[in-house]
């Protein structure tokens, strides 16, 4: 079992095996989110961001003194596919190996990590913006009924939600630019 230190914060990720679809319908989604905020709660743990897609998932998590992030993780994912597999009829693994697991270092990593997995949906071309993936907490981070953690993190670097969505907003707004060489030499 991986060890995980009270007081850290932490990118979780995994992907279906083999490139599967983790989620075939919307109420696949809402079941695991279900397990996940039950879970975390069971094992004191703090979810910071969350987003679900088709085939992956990203969590940020923070261990709370005496709690357990590999035991949450473990014991939600083996709730969710035994569920998904009653349902659906599928055999076997549902995930690639355990979950993947990277600490969290700086204050700038977290805020990117962030932004990164809301992104996540919009780079994969799911959707336009970031509020329209309903399986992300995205709502909750720019103001919509957020989590105690949610705000207590969003309060440390952004003045509100607001200033949260400008800072995503900003960098699809760089990303988005186009890019314009100078040349050095005219040769008109």
């Known amino acids: 079992m991986i060890k995980f230190a009270d007081g850290e914060s932490y990118h979780v990720y995994n992907r279906g095996a083999h490139k599967e679809r983790l989620f075939l319908?919307?109420?696949n989604y809402q079941y695991c989110l279900r397990l996940l905020h039950k879970y975390v709660e069971r094992y004191l743990v703090s979810l910071i961001a969350y987003c679900l897609m088709p085939n992956h998932y990203h969590l940020v998590l923070r261990q709370e003194m005496g709690g357990s992030i590999s035991?949450?993780?473990?014991t939600l994912f083996n709730a969710y596919t035994q569920g998904f597999n009653k349902v659906t009829g599928h055999k076997g693994t549902l995930?690639?190996?355990e979950a993947?697991?990277?600490?969290v270092e700086s204050d700038?990593?977290?805020?990117?990590?962030i932004r990164y997995i809301h992104l996540?949906?919009?780079a994969a071309g799911i959707v336009e913006r970031p509020e329209e993936w309903r399986f992300s907490d995205y709502p909750e981070w720019i103001g919509f009924g957020a989590r105690k953690s949610i705000i207590?993190?969003?309060a440390e670097y952004?003045?509100?939600g607001r200033s949260y969505s400008e800072f995503v907003r900003g960098y699809l707004q760089e990303r988005d630019k186009p890019r314009i060489t100078k040349y050095l030499f005219d040769e008109s």
């Open 25 to 27: 319908h919307p109420d």
């Open 71 to 74: 035991r949450c993780i473990q």
């Open 95 to 97: 995930f690639q190996g």
């Open 100 to 103: 993947k697991r990277a600490l």
């Open 108 to 113: 700038q990593q977290l805020l990117h990590l």
């Open 120 to 122: 996540n949906p919009v």
């Open 152 to 154: 207590q993190v969003r």
């Open 158 to 160: 952004f003045a509100d």
